[in-house]
Nanobody, 114 residues
Framework: VQLVESGGGLVQPGGSLRLSCVAS????????MSWYRQAPGKERELVAG????????NYADSVKGRFTISRDNAKNTVYLQMNSLKPEDTAVYYC????????WGQGTQVTVSS
């Protein structure tokens, strides 16, 4: 049972990235799922979440209007589309279940810099 994040990289301010979180060993469709991030020297923070039923979403104020969380249950994958990226979005991004959280994976590094 694990989650594997990917899709990070180096991007210029204003650019876009799409992160993927692939679940294995369980059906991610049965759980609300969230993306988190941790910048150097800071605590991990919630970025976005999506419910298991109805697909309702919620976002941190700092990313509203720029980030979109979605899920493809057939692929057991949750996505985070990130647009209009800012240097302050630089962090390691992680995904996890909203309940019965799993051990944190390695995450994927996002660096926004010119």
């Amino acid at each position: 049972v694990q989650l594997v994040e990917s899709g990070g990289g180096l991007v210029q301010p204003g650019g876009s990235l799409r992160l993927s979180c692939v679940a294995s060993g369980f059906a991610s469709s049965r759980f609300g799922m969230s993306w988190y991030r941790q910048a150097p020297g800071k605590e991990r923070e919630l970025v976005a979440g999506i419910s298991s039923v109805g697909g309702g979403t919620n976002y941190a104020d700092s990313v509203k209007g720029r980030f979109t969380i979605s899920r493809d249950n057939a692929k057991n994958t949750v996505y985070l589309q990130m647009n209009s990226l800012k240097p302050e979005d630089t962090a390691v991004y992680y995904c996890n279940r909203q309940t019965f959280a799993l051990t944190w994976g390695q995450g994927t590094q996002v660096t926004v810099s010119s």
